[in-house]
């Protein structure tokens, strides 16, 4: 047991529990996280000659309450995490469930948000072994809340181009099947909310044309729906199809939010506290 007196940071005190410790493997996982018993055994297991890094599957349970999507979303990252491993694709970790050897451990810098994205990317962008091991089973409850939601993704937004900017060597090194992921699978998902600005102000800047002006106008509805089904999500019983591009909405308008913090270096308050 460590204890850390002053608050640093958790990059900070992974670097000094992975400096501190002499073991072969080490095993991560978040404090609101629970292993089934034999997840440790399983996740220990699967590294090998070509694996030196595996990610478990973490299982979110959808809240008893609220309107918060996020577990659906989960469902579809995690098709995405088997088809990308079987690809030689894998991107990053649950962060809740992973294990790595600790040879590959690379200290972190101290304000790195999205640590179990950069700690196993630089394993596999490095060629030394990064897979999906969907029978090391973890499980964590999504928030309720939207707003919560909101505000976990501002952080993740941040860490999101953090990594895009501050490590470059994602996007060359590896595998082709991990360049491809990666530029499909994350890079265009933190890019989509520009796109989509860049979108709307094309189909603007031609809406002498009929249809631009649909587009555009189509848009607009859109954005104002998204933002009727937010407001009024636990008063209304809207179709869940709804919900989920109210949900996709707001994930973008939180990405948006931290590109802008990310770019200015505003990070103070990006770690809040949720029922996650």
């Not at 640093?8 to 992974?14: D, N, P, Q, T, W």
């Not at 976990?152 to 990594?163: A, C, F, P």
């Not at 102000?201 to 729906?225: F, H, I, K, R, T």
Request: charged residues 20%.
């Amino acid at each position: 047991m460590h204890a850390f007196e002053a608050n640093r940071g958790k990059a900070s005190v992974l670097n000094d529990l992975a400096a501190a410790c002499d073991a072969d493997v080490l095993v991560f996982t978040d404090a609101n996280t629970h292993f089934r018993p034999d997840t440790v055994r399983v996740l220990v297991g699967a590294l090998d000659d070509r694996t030196a890094a595996a990610c478990g599957e973490l299982l979110l349970t959808k809240p008893g309450a609220g309107s918060n999507e996020d577990h659906a979303y989960w469902g579809v990252e995690r098709r995405l995490k088997r088809a990308e491993s079987a690809l030689g694709g894998l991107l990053g970790a649950n962060g809740g469930v992973y294990a790595i050897r600790r040879e590959c451990y690379v200290p972190l810098a101290p304000d790195t948000i999205c640590d179990d994205f950069v700690i196993a990317m630089r394993i596999a962008a490095a060629g030394q072994g990064l897979r999906y091991v969907p029978e090391a089973v973890a499980t964590e409850e999504t928030p309720g809340d939207m707003s919560a939601e909101f505000h976990r993704r501002v952080r993740i937004g941040i860490g999101n181009y953090q990594s895009l900017f501050r490590h470059p060597r994602f996007l060359t090194g590896g595998s082709w099947a991990l360049r491809f992921t990666y530029v499909s699978h994350k890079v265009l998902r933190w890019l989509t909310p520009h796109l989509l600005l860049v979108a709307f102000a094309g189909c603007l800047v031609l809406a002498g044309e009929p249809l631009y002006l649909a587009l555009a106008a189509a848009m607009a509805a859109g954005a104002l729906l998204a933002t009727a089904v937010y407001h009024t999500r636990d008063s209304l019983p809207w179709p869940r199809v709804l919900k989920a591009g109210s949900f996709f909405a707001l994930l973008n308008v939180a990405f948006l939010v931290g590109f802008w913090r990310f770019a200015t270096g505003n990070y103070r308050g990006s770690w809040r506290r949720t029922d996650r």
